[in-house]
């Protein structure tokens, strides 16, 4: 048996279900007719806009390029170098007992620097010079002793003489009596007396020969004697020399026109003779050296300016910039860093000003002549990008074409162009920031190629 609703039952379902009215269904509507239109004329204002911003053109300057030599300059990071660095290191030791400059100060070639205690030094030299003086005399007494022996062989020749001469009378005597014994005219007793007479001259001959030999052997050993002084004397002379000159070591002078460093050994320390730390650095600032690197493919240029002197450098000083002319190039280094692909050169400055310190970096500019015809713009056309350098080339229909280009050199406001850019062809100079590849543009002016 199936139940019957109840009318509450009834009548809530039957509000539930009742359609929306038609007053609404026209508000409805009326709203969605609105958004679509709002959004059909915003749609309809911004292709307005983009029309219109197509059809705007950028203002531009613009210059031609040209065929033109440019000297070919290259910048780099230089390194002040001293033209000389001394260590001052002691050659003798001893304690300190004087230093005569102020740390940092500039000192002249032979002005006094430090003392160390020569006292000892002083009792070596007086010593080397009694030792020479005692030799001197020794020397004296045995050249006065070898002059005596050799006045003593010239009697003995004297001697000698004489008693040759008696010999050759007593021969002759006995010869003669000889005869006469043999004709009874003497005794043989006067003859066996000249016999005898004969040998007696003939044994002093002979010892007075014996004696004058032993003479000039006496006179060869005082020339020996005297030979051995003589080479006591050199020795004990190179003694004092040497002494002579470590006592000046004891005074220590510049040996160049410098700037000192910072001590490192004070006033009453004692000191060893070439000691490994130096008791100061001196370093040559003038003239100095200016150390920089240059690019390995201008090497055969390089070496031919050095040799006809037209590589020109100069050096921007840190802070003002300002430049200071070298008068040459001095240095090359003899091989090329195979790591960086650079080679080492060194410039002279005579840094009157001192204004150039040790260690100190620069902007370092060489320049060197052109090396033939290249494209030349303005520096300024010359944008970087994400690919490399590249320029902006007005068309015929005056729209601009964003080229790649290979930048060889810039030059005073001039940049050389390897390719990219045709002699002729106008580049955007001034009014980059606005443009984008094929951009409408409106030249306001041209500006005259550099150069000309």
Not at 56 to 66: F, N, W
Request: charged share 20%; glycine share 6%.
């Amino acid at each position: 048996m199936r139940a019957e609703k109840s009318p509450e039952t009834m009548t809530g379902s039957s509000q539930f279900k009742k359609p929306m009215s038609r007053k609404t269904l026209i508000v409805v509507a009326f709203l969605a007719a609105s958004l679509v239109g709002g959004f059909a004329m915003k749609v309809i204002s911004d292709r307005s806009k983009v029309d219109n911003s197509k059809d705007k053109k950028i203002a531009v300057t613009v210059d031609v390029a040209k065929i033109q030599e440019v000297p070919i300059e290259i910048r780099s990071i230089g390194n002040v170098v001293p033209y000389s660095v001394v260590n001052v290191v002691p050659q003798v030791g001893g304690q300190l007992t004087k230093v005569y400059f102020t740390q940092g100060d500039f000192v002249r070639k032979g002005q006094l620097l430090f003392q160390i205690d020569p006292r000892p030094y002083q009792a070596a030299v007086e010593q080397a010079r009694g030792n020479v003086a005692r030799d001197i005399a020794q020397v004296a007494a045995a050249t006065a002793t070898m002059r005596k022996n050799i006045t003593m062989i010239g009697s003995a020749e004297a001697v000698i003489a004489k008693d040759q001469a008696a010999e050759d009378f007593a021969k002759r005597e006995k010869k003669r009596f000889d005869e006469l014994v043999k004709q009874g005219a003497v005794s043989h007793q006067q003859a066996d007396q000249m016999a005898t007479n004969a040998l007696t001259a003939a044994a002093t001959l002979d010892s007075d020969r014996k004696m004058h030999e032993n003479a000039r052997e006496v006179t060869q050993v005082d020339k020996a004697n005297i030979d051995v002084l003589r080479g006591t004397l050199r020795a004990d002379q190179a003694v004092l020399h040497n002494a002579e000159i470590q006592l000046g070591w004891t005074t220590i002078r510049s040996p160049l026109d410098g700037r000192t460093g910072s001590l490192n050994i004070y006033e009453g320390n004692v000191v060893t003779a070439n000691s490994v730390t130096p008791l100061v650095t001196i370093d040559q600032v003038q003239p100095i050296y200016i150390s920089f690197t240059l690019p390995e493919q201008h090497l055969d240029q390089i070496r031919r300016c050095m040799v006809n002197g037209t590589l020109n450098v100069k050096a921007l000083i840190g802070g003002e910039k300002t430049a200071t002319v070298m008068e040459k190039v001095t240095f090359l280094e003899h091989n090329v860093n195979t790591a960086a692909g650079t080679i080492t050169l060194r410039a002279t400055a005579m840094n009157f000003d001192k204004k150039l310190f040790p260690g100190q970096f620069l902007d370092v500019i060489a320049t060197m002549p052109p090396d033939g015809q290249t494209v030349v713009v303005p520096e300024s056309a010359v944008q970087p990008s994400q690919n490399g350098n590249a320029v902006y080339v007005l068309k015929a229909d005056n729209t601009v074409e964003f080229r790649p280009v290979e930048l060889k050199r810039s030059f005073a406001g001039m940049a050389a162009l390897g390719k990219g850019v045709a002699p002729g062809e106008l580049v955007v100079t001034d009014g980059h920031m606005q443009l984008t590849p094929g951009a409408s543009v409106l030249v306001q002016s041209r500006t005259a190629a550099r150069g000309n």
